[in-house]
């Protein structure tokens, strides 16, 4: 059975930084590109930042560049997102996403963690 398990989520006052995480398991870690979507109340959820199978290749939305850094360490079957310099818009439910890639057309998703940026 597959998991992915998001942690790290809190209250972060604006300016603050925090790290989430996305642990998997039940799947072959390296044969998923791996990404962070993001959803506030009342608004669609969004591509946060995108990491390939193998960690060469990034992608990150307008709005987050320069502030957040998305990373894996295959290893440990485990994704990170460091984000500094919070803004109250960077609050949201932020997702896990684990999609398969060629051949493999899996696509799995966590439950999120709440993150607050509030005073």
């Known amino acids: 059975q597959v998991q992915l398990v998001e942690s790290g989520g809190g209250l972060v006052q604006p300016g603050g930084s925090l790290r989430l995480s996305c642990a998997a398991s039940g799947l072959t870690f390296v044969r998923y590109d791996m990404s962070w979507h993001r959803q506030a109340p009342e608004k669609e959820r969004e591509l946060v930042a995108r990491?390939?199978?193998?960690?060469?290749?990034?992608y990150y939305v307008d709005s987050v560049k320069g502030r957040f850094t998305i990373s894996r360490d295959n290893g440990k079957n485990t994704m990170y997102l460091e984000m500094n310099s919070l803004k109250p818009e960077d609050a949201a439910v932020y997702y896990c996403?684990?999609?398969?890639?060629?051949?493999?057309?899996?696509?799995?998703w966590g439950q999120g963690t709440q993150v607050t940026v509030s005073s």
């Open positions: 996403n684990a999609k398969g890639y060629g051949n493999n057309k899996n696509d799995y």
């Open positions: 990491i390939s199978s193998h960690g060469g290749s990034t």
